[in-house]
C-alpha cells in the first residue's frame, strides 16, 4: 500500500479517540514508505477543562441545579468538553459545559477553566 494511500485511511479513523487500523497498515512496528506504524490511541479533538472547585463539581442531565445529578467530578480533575450553552445562572455564571457524546452531562461553567482549545456554542 502506498503511503498517501495509508494517511488517507487514518484521517478516516482520526477524532474516534480510538484509532483502528486494517492489519495490511499496522505492519509489526516496521516503517517507511511503504509501511506505516500505526499507536493504538489518538490525542482527543475536544477542547480540554480543569475542574477548579475545591468540592466535587455535580455532572446534571441539562444545564441547571435543579436537574438530575448524574454523578460528579474531582477537584483538579481534566475532562473533554463537546461545547457550552447558556443555562441557570451559577454564581453569577451563567455558561454550562456538555461533557457528554451521545448522552447529555452537564457542568456549571463557573467551576471549570479552559487549559486547552476553543469551545464552541452547542
Request: proline content about 5%; hydrophobic content about 35%.
Amino acid at each position: 500500500m502506498h503511503y498517501k494511500t495509508a494517511i488517507a485511511v487514518m484521517a478516516g479513523v482520526m477524532g474516534t479517540g480510538v484509532a483502528t487500523v486494517p492489519a495490511a497498515l499496522a505492519d509489526a512496528g516496521r516503517t517507511g514508505p511503504d509501511r506505516v506504524s500505526v499507536t493504538a490511541t489518538t490525542a482527543s479533538a475536544y477542547p480540554k477543562g480543569r475542574v477548579t472547585s475545591h468540592h466535587r463539581l455535580a455532572i446534571r442531565s441539562r444545564p441547571t441545579t435543579r436537574s438530575e445529578r448524574l454523578g460528579s467530578l474531582r477537584p483538579g480533575q481534566i475532562v473533554d468538553i463537546k461545547c457550552w450553552a447558556r443555562g441557570q445562572s451559577v454564581r453569577g455564571d451563567r455558561t454550562w459545559y456538555r461533557l457528554g457524546i451521545s448522552t447529555p452531562e452537564w457542568v456549571a461553567g463557573r467551576y471549570i477553566r479552559i487549559i486547552k482549545g476553543r469551545v464552541h456554542h452547542c
